[in-house]
Nanobody
Framework: QVHVVESGGGLVQAGGSLRLSCAAS????????MGWYRQAPDKQRELVAT???????NYADSVKGRFTISRDNAKNTVFLQMNNLKPDDTAVYYC?????????????WGQGTQVTVSS
């Protein structure tokens, strides 16, 4: 069984920063891509950023230049540094990991962490 757990969300004023963390644990052989998605009220879930095992990154246009994704392969963790936050960044942020497992390989998701940016 594989667990994915996010942390680091909270309330911040516009222009502020937050750092999200996500750790995958369990019967993991390896993790390919990891990423962050977000879902605002009454909106569809959208991609924020992804990172491959080798470190190649991809960002949504709306966060380029403000957010940075990184990972620690040895600890099966991924981070999202969010700077210059805007009220439009308010959403539940979800971590995902493409896991190669001893039992069930596939995409695993965390429960989400709330990020609220006040104006």
């Amino acid at each position: 069984q594989v667990h994915v757990v996010e942390s680091g969300g909270g309330l911040v004023q516009a222009g502020g920063s937050l750092r999200l963390s996500c750790a995958a644990s369990g019967r993991i052989v390896s993790i390919n891509a990891m990423g962050w998605y977000r879902q605002a009220p009454d909106k569809q879930r959208e991609l924020v950023a992804t990172i491959t095992r080798s470190g190649l990154t991809n960002y949504a246009d709306s966060v380029k230049g403000r957010f940075t994704i990184s990972r620690d392969n040895a600890k099966n963790t991924v981070f999202l540094q969010m700077n210059n936050l805007k009220p439009d960044d308010t959403a539940v942020y979800y971590c995902t990991a493409e896991v190669i497992s001893l039992l069930f390989s596939g995409d695993y998701w965390g429960q989400g962490t709330q990020v609220t940016v006040s104006s």
